[in-house]
């Protein structure tokens, strides 16, 4: 459809074109792909929850492990079917795979339109209106500023109560293992006005719990604000919303941190602090700047400041040159700060990260295996007994929904960020309710209301 304006200009009237955006990895591309949709909104498009009758396709791409990245071209191979019935699509690649791969990615997946790496979203408008004639069209420049700062996400499931706020963007640790500093680019924070504007109005909005997110939460600082003085602020917005922030490195984890964390109840004692491996020497392989002995002060920090607080963590395993000797460090680190929870994967060597130019991907992929089934053994261990300490116990819930396998039981979350399920047919998303542990699973608390 056309319009004609007065100086006889023909401009497109960009309506009713439907958009479908398919998010990958971590919390921070599902925060991007919100901005993605604010931006592509305020150009006339409809947000739409299916890719079936869409316009144009999204897929917000991850390239943290090879198996992340193989899922994706999977998922592009089906969206294929769609292009065939209808050639007019769409389709465009967003996010780490799209700066990782750059044109490549354009020969390789031929059904590819356009690419945008995660400092280029502005320009998916223009981008999308330079395509004609097959011509494809990408942006993966890297910005130093780039933070959204002043644009408001579209939320994409939307009567949730719990969302993201990006408060930092980029990387600059170079763990050698790890992808993201070249994907998305240098570190850099938001202003912090923004960010306090945009967690007010998630409040008003009826949102009861936000997360603050960042590669590097911790390292936030714009001027002589920095990281704890910034959740304080956040947390001085309401009582009744609760604040959780990811991912802290622990580099970064101050005793004035923690010591902001105890000072208000509605910032969550749960903290997620990687630990990567309990071997000093992979550490130093792994560049990522304490020792073995180094972390396990922080946690002694964390116990001492904050003794209600749930600590979870990442682990790799088979990293480059790890030995039995090894390995057995990790399990024993485990156990010694017995995690609640932990996210536990196999070395997934990335090209042209510091480790795939230096060092030798050479624990093969049996011994890879094993040592992951050993890995998690522990943590449903760990994560059983960490359980099992909280019956009896009485926790303020965060309301979040109907439970999955019942629909006479909510489940919600405590401070301690574990789910509890409770029979209730009377409470709704976003109410406060205190629970008594009366059973747990390795995964989930289940409790009675206390009346
Ligand atoms: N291989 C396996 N796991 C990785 N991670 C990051 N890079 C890799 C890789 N190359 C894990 C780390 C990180 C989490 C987000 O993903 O544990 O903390
Ligand atoms: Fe994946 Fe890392 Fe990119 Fe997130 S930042 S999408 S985890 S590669």
């Known amino acids: 459809m056309v319009i004609f304006s007065g100086f006889n200009l023909i401009i497109p009237l960009k309506t009713n074109r439907k958009l479908y955006i398919e998010t990958y990895g971590c919390q921070?591309?599902?925060?991007?792909?919100?901005?993605?949709?604010?931006i592509m909104a305020t150009d006339g498009f409809t947000i739409v929850g299916q890719p079936n009758n869409a316009d144009v396709i999204f897929v917000n791409t991850c390239s943290i492990r090879e198996n992340a990245?193989?899922?994706?071209?999977?998922?592009?191979?089906?969206?294929?079917?769609?292009?065939?019935?209808?050639?007019?699509?769409?389709?465009?690649?967003?996010?780490?795979?799209?700066?990782?791969?750059?044109?490549?990615?354009?020969?390789?997946?031929?059904?590819?339109?356009?690419?945008?790496?995660?400092d280029a979203y502005r320009d998916l408008p223009q981008l999308l209106n330079t395509l004609e004639n097959g011509q494809k069209a990408m942006n993966v420049m890297l910005?130093?500023?780039?933070?959204?700062?002043?644009?408001?996400?579209?939320k994409l499931n939307p009567g949730g109560v719990s969302a993201f706020i990006s408060i930092m963007r980029g990387c600059q640790n170079f763990c050698s293992y790890c992808v993201v500093p070249y994907t998305r680019g240098k570190e850099r924070s938001?202003?912090?006005?923004?960010?306090?504007?945009?967690?007010?109005?998630?409040?008003?909005?009826?949102?009861r719990e936000i997360t603050l997110l960042g590669q590097n939460v911790n390292s936030y600082h714009w001027e002589n604000l920095y990281f704890a003085g910034l959740l304080e602020n956040v947390a001085q917005i309401d009582p009744r919303l609760r604040i959780r922030f990811t991912t802290s490195h622990p580099k970064n984890l101050s005793d004035e941190l923690l010591y902001t964390i105890a000072r208000y109840e509605n910032i969550c004692k749960?903290?997620?602090?990687?630990?990567?491996?309990?071997?000093?020497?992979?550490?130093?392989?792994?560049?990522?700047?304490?020792?073995?002995e180094e972390y396990m002060n922080r946690i002694e920090a964390i116990r001492r400041i904050l003794p209600d607080c749930t600590i979870s963590t990442d682990i790799i395993c088979g990293f480059c040159s790890e030995t039995e000797e090894d390995h057995k460090e990790t399990l024993s680190i485990m156990q010694w700060v017995a995690f609640d929870y932990a996210?536990?994967?196999?070395?997934?060597?990335?090209?042209?990260?510091?480790?795939?130019?230096?060092?030798?991907?050479?624990?093969?992929?049996?011994?890879?295996?094993?040592?992951?089934?050993?890995?998690?053994?522990?943590?449903?261990?760990?994560?059983?007994?960490?359980?099992?300490?909280?019956?009896?116990?009485?926790?303020s819930v965060l309301v979040e929904g109907t439970s999955k396998r019942s629909a006479t039981h909510l489940f919600g979350r405590n401070s301690q960020?574990?789910?509890?399920?409770?029979?209730?047919e009377t409470l709704k998303p976003g109410n406060y309710i205190n629970v008594i542990v009366a059973d747990c699973t390795a995964a989930t608390l289940k409790g009675e209301i206390l009346t």
Do not use: W
């Open 69 to 118: 990245e193989q899922r994706i071209r999977k998922r592009l191979k089906e969206f294929q079917l769609l292009k065939k019935k209808n050639p007019s699509l769409v389709i465009g690649v967003l996010g780490c795979m799209a700066e990782r791969l750059k044109s490549q990615l354009l020969e390789q997946e031929q059904i590819v339109d356009v690419i945008a790496g995660p």
């Open 143 to 154: 910005s130093t500023e780039e933070t959204y700062a002043d644009i408001s996400p579209v």
């Open 190 to 207: 938001r202003n912090p006005n923004t960010i306090i504007n945009e967690a007010r109005e998630l409040f008003d909005n009826g949102y």
């Open 417 to 424: 960020n574990k789910v509890i399920v409770f029979p209730s």
């Open 270 to 292: 749960s903290i997620h602090l990687p630990v990567q491996s309990g071997s000093t020497r992979i550490l130093k392989h792994m560049n990522r700047k304490y020792t073995r």
């Open 343 to 395: 996210f536990m994967f196999k070395y997934s060597e990335r090209p042209d990260t510091l480790a795939a130019r230096s060092l030798q991907d050479d624990v093969s992929e049996e011994i890879k295996a094993r040592r992951l089934e050993e890995i998690i053994a522990m943590q449903r261990h760990l994560s059983l007994q960490s359980n099992k300490k909280d019956i009896g116990k009485n926790f």
């Open 28 to 38: 921070m591309n599902f925060s991007d792909s919100e901005i993605v949709g604010s």
